[in-house]
């Protein structure tokens, strides 16, 4: 992997993390709009990136960043009195 692939697998990797995330907190219709959105961007970087190592890592990372946005989110809320 060259230095531009790992920039993009942080980034989309991360912006994933945050839907899946989102998409736990947020109510029925809201939710399947965020979703949608979800699986079109892990199908356009799974079309883009051929490796199969580069896949192993976006999921492994995309888990990694959903548990740690799921755990701010739900900081967050906490604090804002919003549980």
Not at 2 to 31: I, Q, W, Y
Not at 33 to 62: D, H, M, N, Q, S
């Amino acid at each position: 992997m060259n230095f531009k692939s790992t920039l993009m697998l942080a980034l989309v990797s991360s912006v994933t993390g945050l839907l899946v995330a989102v998409f736990a907190f947020l109510p029925t219709p809201f939710n399947a709009l965020v979703g949608l959105l979800t699986a079109g961007l892990v199908i356009w970087y799974f079309r883009k990136i051929e490796g199969r190592g580069a896949r192993i890592a976006f999921i492994i990372w995309t888990v990694v960043y959903f548990l740690f946005f799921t755990v701010l989110i739900a900081a967050v809320r906490y604090r804002m009195g919003l549980v």
